[in-house]
């Protein structure tokens, strides 16, 4: 399974989904070989391996399984986050869909390597279908003894967890992970403070590490084919291979797996055979819709990890690559976008559910033709007051992509602000003004 | 149409309920599952019940209340035996689902989170579902329906219309 390094997600096998295929092709090997090796060392493999979070923060994985305490004296749990709602998105539902085991099989060595008692999947809950698809593998790997009880029996072992689904119900925050603990205990979903870190406390307030179905779902590769060679795939600081989203005007949209550094340009244009209609390309956003955007014009030679689309100002956040072809009307876009966060804002901290609902409203007044182009430097002013001021990150995925649109594609909005507005004719030291008041419609 | 029901869950329902508690360290988490049964048997969650659900968890009221009206797919009214959701986020809007969801509410002459009268369709303006790969999309109660437009949203409607 593991042989073609740049496929380790989702390999071309069919049927890979039922519990027989994925064992005859090498499924829960790596388990195995894992229980080998002491826990600390699949730590260790994992570190070597360069793994880093593939939910959006792109945290360094092995580091942060070493802040849970070890020993036995309180229970620790694992939230594998599958609430996969950030827009242009779309990953973690193939893993559920077409190699569930692989979750599973990297539930078990992440929870072996920190004594994970219990693990919770939170799978979004418009998701019905792919939550009865990982269900079943889930009954059917239970059904093996290969999760609970049975684990001593099937393999020796005197490690044992208990998996479980957590289904949501419609809230984008709830994949923040304070709010997704929250939301696991039976709360309304707020976000809270960190510190404390969820290793220190989190469900329960016991000890626990939330990590993003892909990212837990490489762990068996890694341990697999061992963390230096996984190290060697890809890009030297970001390694491994990615699922790549694909969508908006494009002619093959879709999930593709391939190593990290890969050129933007050749996913775009040789994977997903091209932009529709052969248009040119506007905007690209490379890692769903918090991250900021890409020019058409800056695309050339982007490779796409984090550390090179940090050079460019952005992120690879999820993976998810939005592509807008030379139509596209960016100011829409980027209302449509802030209406999305104001929507979404839980609304605990001042900057975020004040900002959001300004940045919104602002766009609106744009689009309508009676913005102004103060406007423009209002909205990046909002923007910056938003950033580093909120409880969680939700704050900074509205501020990034508004003020990201906003600054890459000025000419775009001054378009806005004057083209339907025109200075009162006779009054022309009003019209020096560029004040909303002194404006009136051009027709 | 509305029947009259009675908000009790089957000794099979209240069984599984207990099965879930189990699964965590406190029972309060199986509130969400919980409110999911209740939401597929009684169609929506009225406050009766919120209330029985409260009863069951050993929970207060208002907490109850609070998480149900805290998530977006808990119904705060009686929804339509198709519920139709368009997504018009971004990848969706790039290939023109703000039209299909436009041409939705027109057909039907009803708005977000609206009902026809007859009770069959309802309609929901929704955010991103994670499905951008088959843009443009709606979802009709649990099933999603990628790559559609106007014409294969309105077969959509008339096969479920045909259904009844
Ligand atoms: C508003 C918001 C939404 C998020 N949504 C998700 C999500 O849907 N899935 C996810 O894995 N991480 C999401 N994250 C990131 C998580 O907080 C967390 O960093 C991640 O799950 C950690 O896993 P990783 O280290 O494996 O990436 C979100 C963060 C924020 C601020
Ligand atoms: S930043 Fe926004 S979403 Fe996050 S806690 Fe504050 S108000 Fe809530
Ligand atoms: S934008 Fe519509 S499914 Fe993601």
Redesign the pocket.
Known sequence: MFENTTKLLLHDIENLHEIDVYIKNGGYEAFKKALKMTPDEVINEVKTSGLRGRGGACFPTGLKWTFMPKGKEKPKFLAVNGDESE??S?KDRQIFEFNPHQLIEGILISGYAMGIDAAYIYIRGEYHKWIRLMQKALDDAYESGFIGKRMKEVFGTDYSIEIYIHKGAGAYICGEETSLMTSIEGDRGYPRFKPPFPAQRGLWNMPTTVNNVETIATVPAIIAIGGENYAKIGAQKHPGTLLFGVSGHINKPGVYELPTGTLLTDIIYNHCEGVLGNKKIKAVIPGGSSMPPLRGDEIDGVKMDEESLKEYGTHIGTGGIIVMNEDTDIVKVTLRIAHFYHHESCGQCTPCREGCGWMEKILKRIVAGEGTIKDLDLLVSVANNIEGNTICALGDAAAWPVRGFVTRFREDFEKYVTQSRVFKAPNIVHGRRNTADTLIEAV | MEDIQEIRFSEEELKEIEMVKSRYPSSKSAIMHVLWMAQKKFGWLSNDVKEYVAKILDLPESHVHGVASFYTMYFKKPMGKYHIQV?T????MLRG?EEIYEHVSEKLGIGHNQRTEDGLFSLEEVE?????GG?P?VAINEDFYENIDIVKVDELISSFRNKI
Request: hydrophobic share 40%; proline share 6%.
């Open positions: 827009p242009g779309f | 997504c986020n971004i990848s969706c689902g991103c579902m994670g499905a951008c843009a999309m």
